[in-house]
């Protein structure tokens, strides 16, 4: 998704395999579906930005707090103050390039919301998934000392967890994401680690999410951790410098 809009962050992106806003008064709503109506993503701008899905009636990510945190204090996400917001219909075909398939059919609804302060959001929602990234059109380069990306299941359902473990030397980042999964209960993830992507949860109903990223070229990867909900997941990353085009 570099392509939709210049100097945008990471992709974060629930897919929904087989196939909520209740926090600020006073604060926005925002709805895109899927081309087929079967997925609802709301979006709620108040004093958090909140972002939640269903999937044929069903709720698979409760209210769930995004922002981005530059160095220096300022929060992207927080208090915003919508600008303006557009919905468009994308319908295209796309030519591979050493895939399974010689064209890819690229349908998705798009949700963009512009906020003071030269940032966005942009979702897309797809037959099969969901995704969103954070976008600026700041003139100059700036560091975002943290991202913050939740995911809230609605259930302590179980998640198939690819763990990193290799601490050689002290280094939390040594791994070759090799790791077996570990079929537990979300509430059950190891404290003393981190998980990497993708990692999938059993939503029930014959239902699974599976919560990836994507294009991330000068940004780093994310990893998961277990949030104060015990039955969800928040981003932990590194900082990055953010460089303007």
Not at 60 to 78: C, K, Y
């Amino acid at each position: 998704m570099k392509q939709i809009i210049s100097k945008i962050s990471t992709i974060l992106m629930i897919c929904l395999l087989f196939p909520a806003f209740i926090y600020a008064q006073k604060a926005k709503v925002y709805e895109a579906k899927s081309p087929s109506g079967a997925i609802v993503v709301k979006i709620e701008a108040g004093a958090r930005l909140l972002w939640s899905v269903q999937y044929d009636g069903q709720e698979i990510i409760a209210p769930s707090a995004i922002s981005l945190q530059l160095e220096g204090g300022e929060v992207l996400g927080n208090n915003a103050k919508i600008s303006s917001s557009k919905t468009e219909k994308v319908d295209q075909v796309i030519t591979a390039i050493n895939y399974k398939k010689a064209k890819i059919v690229d349908q998705y609804n798009q949700l963009t919301i512009n906020c003071k302060g030269d940032y966005g959001i942009i979702f897309r929602v797809y037959n099969d998934g969901v995704a969103y990234r954070f976008f600026t059109k700041k003139k100059t380069d700036f560091i975002v000392k943290n991202e913050e990306a939740n995911f809230n299941f609605t259930n302590d359902y179980k998640a198939f967890i690819p763990y990193m473990w290799d601490y050689r030397g002290g280094v939390k980042f040594n791994h070759s994401f090799e790791a077996l999964y570990k079929e537990i209960n979300i509430s059950k993830f190891a404290t003393d680690s981190l998980a990497f992507l993708p990692l999938l949860v059993d939503v029930g109903n014959n239902k699974k999410a599976v919560i990836l990223e994507a294009d991330l070229e000068d940004y780093p990867g994310m990893y998961l951790n277990m949030n104060q909900t015990k039955k969800g997941f928040m981003a932990f990353m590194r900082n990055i410098l953010w460089k303007q085009s």
